[in-house]
């Protein structure tokens, strides 16, 4: 049983730039989560969603970001216009609701922006 | 979700055990307490997780004061590769996990 894959693993990308990174979850996992964290702070949650649905959004920045979850395909966390300041680590995350919610993260996309 | 504090570091010795403590004093009723981990810069891997009585797995034991205002991970015998930042998280079912700063366990031979 595959886990939590992402990709690409790393990305470099100038600024002004836009980033997309990708998540499948684990098989049968309809949650995803999308956190952030930035060189040697703790993880900081963005989004929260299901199938075609974004269920809490209240880490995402107001501009720039944005997530989504199509009933078909991976989770895509889209970054437009990057800025330095977006270098970071993006993991994601998936669950089903009936094992407690526990989330499995996948091994993260690394983004540099020059 | 409730705040939890943890100390910032501590050190243990190869083979013993690894007693993390978590203080959870706002925690709900409903609101259950996990544990992660992260290894170097891999992504968190989840541990164990309680919401009253005490838990144990093939990981880690958690142990849940009855007050449940605070939690001890247990790492039985610790090795080398238990090095890691330990995260306690205390949230409701569903939804986000908000992590804090953890603790950065050093595992010593």
């Known amino acids: 049983n595959a886990g939590v894959m992402q990709n690409p693993r790393h990305l470099v990308r100038r600024r002004g730039q836009e980033a997309r990174l990708r998540c499948s979850p684990m098989?049968?996992?309809?949650?995803v989560y999308w956190y952030r964290q930035l060189p040697e702070e703790g993880l900081k949650f963005m989004v929260y969603?299901?199938?075609?649905?974004?269920?809490?959004e209240s880490g995402m920045p107001k501009e720039r970001f944005s997530a989504e979850f199509p009933k078909e395909g991976p989770s895509i966390l889209r970054i437009q216009q990057v800025v330095r300041g977006d270098s970071a680590a993006y993991f994601c995350?998936?669950?089903?609701?009936?094992?407690?919610?526990?989330?499995?993260f996948g091994p993260g996309t690394r983004l540099t922006v020059l | 979700d409730a705040k939890t504090t943890q100390p910032p570091s501590m050190d243990c010795a190869e083979g013993r055990a690894a007693n993390l403590p978590c203080n959870h004093s706002?925690?709900?009723?409903?609101?259950?307490v996990y544990w992660y981990r992260q290894i170097h810069s891999q992504g968190p891997q989840y541990i164990i997780h309680?919401?009253?009585n005490n838990e144990t797995n093939e990981m880690a034991s958690l142990i849940i004061t009855e007050d449940r205002k605070s939690s001890t991970l247990i790492l039985p015998h610790a090795t080398l590769r238990d090095t890691a930042v330990y995260y306690c998280?205390?949230?409701?079912?569903?939804?986000?996990?908000?992590f804090g700063d953890g603790t950065t366990l050093t595992v010593k031979p």
């Open positions: 995350a998936s669950s089903d609701i009936s094992t407690y919610n526990e989330q499995f």
């Open positions: 098989k049968g996992h309809s949650h």
């Open positions: 969603l299901q199938k075609e649905n974004i269920i809490d």
């Open positions: 706002t925690i709900s009723g409903n609101e259950y």
């Open positions: 309680g919401l009253k």
């Open positions: 998280i205390v949230k409701t079912n569903a939804g986000k996990s908000t």
